[in-house]
């Protein structure tokens, strides 16, 4: 496994398929989450730096207007007379910024040495503001008052150069940090690129790795199948790298080892085994017959035919005594003729005028014996999917008879038949080609215990035509009982 040497402590070689499929998904959400991260955080931490130098530079040249222009002006309307010392806005000037210079240098920034000499500086214009407010106090003349105004502007000027300055630092320092910024994108693109490089690279190997962790042992295990199939049960399969599929290999394992013996006492047994399931399948044919004939009986008595509950009643037990015949699975011809009597009473009362028949069995064929439930279920069938979806009257036939050494049995309907698509499907259904499907059910089984109790290839043949009827038969030899 080369790729795999490629990322030795990445991707495990051993162990549970779904850690390797874990730690390879986290391998790969790392390489592309962190790069990514970083990225954000870089970006985020550099574009604060950037604006916090931008929105400096602002305060800073909205101090400079205060400065350069409204203070002086204020200055000049106290000094010619337009309002009173007392009542000028220059203190609240002067707070503003100083508050405003304090602040700035609290942060560090790149133009502090600007702003504490302008701080120095702004006190100086506070002292000629205070040394004005004391001249007029005095009662201090205008040209007096102009000098000190004069020194106030001067300072107001020198000022506005300082902030000049500052404002100049925060822009190369904004540049510098915008400079900086560009270049680690460009690194983090290299970076983040490398790892995506890395990334599919790693998927790649992680990928080839994990697809020879299953298809190598599963490619063993079709090797050994095939061999076990071909008859090798010495074979033994070597134990995979995958915990999944280890406990596979060890059960095949195990089933090779058994196998042989498994065959020699399922060829014994097979037989008996198909028996019992088919007797299962004969009993699942007859249930909804009961229900429906307890609701018949139901149904009778409330309507107060007692004859007819007494007949349906007797029929209904004499069915259902010759279905369990004591476990037996042959009886002879002039009981199966009495089953199937009891079960057309009970559909004749149950259908009424829609329902007819005709049974015809040779009498020198009453005492040969015959697979039980070889023809009634040809009979129900004939009814539930003939006779009930015919308008009008229906009619079956049943005639067993003699050919050489076979007992033929026919029973023909003049129900609504099967298209030709149908007839090929319950064909294949009865042939092993197709799966059997629930309106097939009762027949499959029929078919199955003729040709295992008969041991014979051949079971029901079936011919029908669309609106026109079906009729089904099957040749079994005579005196002829399989093992019990």
């Known amino acids: 496994m080369k790729a795999v040497t490629q990322f030795p402590a990445l991707l495990p070689t051993r162990g549970p398929l779904s850690r390797r499929l874990t730690v390879s998904f986290r391998t790969i959400m790392i390489m592309m989450l962190v790069p990514a991260v970083l990225s954000i955080a870089m970006l985020t931490s550099f574009s604060q730096l950037y604006y916090s130098f931008l929105t400096r530079a602002e305060k800073i040249n909205s101090l400079s207007t205060l400065?350069?222009?409204?203070?002086?002006?204020?200055?000049?309307?106290?000094?010619?007379?337009?309002?009173?010392?007392?009542?000028?806005?220059?203190?609240?000037?002067?707070?503003?910024?100083?508050?405003?210079?304090?602040?700035?240098?609290?942060?560090?920034?790149?133009?502090?040495?600007?702003?504490?000499?302008?701080?120095?500086?702004?006190?100086?214009?506070?002292?000629?503001?205070?040394?004005?407010?004391?001249?007029?106090?005095?009662?201090?003349?205008?040209?007096?008052?102009?000098?000190v105004l004069e020194e106030i502007r001067n300072v107001s000027s020198l000022l506005g150069d300082m902030f000049s300055d500052a404002v100049s630092a925060e822009i190369r320092a904004a540049n510098a940090t915008n400079q900086t910024l560009h270049t680690a994108l460009w690194i983090a693109l290299a970076l983040e690129t490398a790892l995506v490089i890395f990334a599919l690279a790693f998927i790649r190997a992680a990928g080839g790795a994990l697809s020879r962790a299953v298809a190598d042992p599963l490619a063993q295990l079709q090797v050994f199948a095939e061999k076990i199939a071909d008859g090798q049960l010495e074979e033994r399969t070597p134990e995979p790298n995958v915990d999944e599929l280890r406990a596979l290999s060890a059960s095949l394992n195990t089933m090779a080892g058994k196998l042989d013996s498994l065959i020699r006492e399922n060829q014994r047994e097979q037989e008996n085994l198909k028996k019992s399931e088919l007797r299962v399948l004969q009993a699942q044919v007859t249930p909804h017959f009961l229900y429906n004939t307890l609701d018949a009986i139901v149904w009778l008595a409330e309507a107060r035919k007692n004859s007819e509950?007494?007949?349906?009643?007797?029929?209904?037990?004499?069915?259902?005594?010759?279905?369990?015949?004591?476990?037996?699975?042959?009886?002879?011809?002039?009981?199966?003729?009495e089953h199937l009597r009891g079960y057309l009473t009970i559909q004749k009362i149950r259908y009424r005028d829609i329902l007819d028949y005709e049974i015809h069995i040779d009498p020198k064929?009453?005492?040969?014996?015959?697979?039980?439930?070889?023809?009634?279920?040809?009979?129900?069938?004939?009814?539930y999917h003939g006779i009930k979806n015919r308008r009008g009257g229906g009619r079956i036939q049943v005639e067993v008879s003699q050919k050489a050494q076979s007992l033929q049995v026919h029973v023909s309907d003049n129900g609504i038949g099967m298209a030709p698509s149908q007839l090929e499907s319950l064909r294949a259904t009865l042939s092993g080609r197709e799966p059997s499907a629930d309106s097939g059910f009762g027949l499959f089984s029929v078919d199955q215990r003729i040709k295992l109790y008969y041991d014979q290839p051949q079971g029901l043949k079936v011919d029908s035509t669309l609106g026109e009827g079906t009729a089904i038969s099957f040749s079994v030899p005579l005196n002829h009982q399989a093992r019990q």
């Open 309 to 337: 509950v007494i007949a349906i009643t007797r029929a209904l037990s004499d069915f259902y005594r010759i279905s369990l015949s004591d476990g037996r699975d042959w009886i002879t011809l002039s009981q199966e003729e």
């Open 67 to 147: 400065v350069v222009d409204t203070l002086p002006g204020e200055m000049f309307g106290i000094v010619a007379g337009r309002e009173r010392f007392e009542e000028g806005r220059q203190d609240a000037l002067m707070a503003e910024i100083t508050q405003t210079l304090d602040r700035l240098i609290a942060e560090k920034p790149a133009s502090e040495l600007e702003l504490t000499v302008a701080r120095r500086t702004a006190e100086t214009m506070g002292k000629y503001i205070q040394q004005m407010g004391r001249q007029m106090q005095s009662g201090s003349s205008v040209d007096e008052d102009m000098l």
């Open 365 to 383: 064929l009453r005492n040969e014996m015959i697979l039980k439930l070889s023809i009634q279920p040809l009979v129900e069938n004939a009814i």
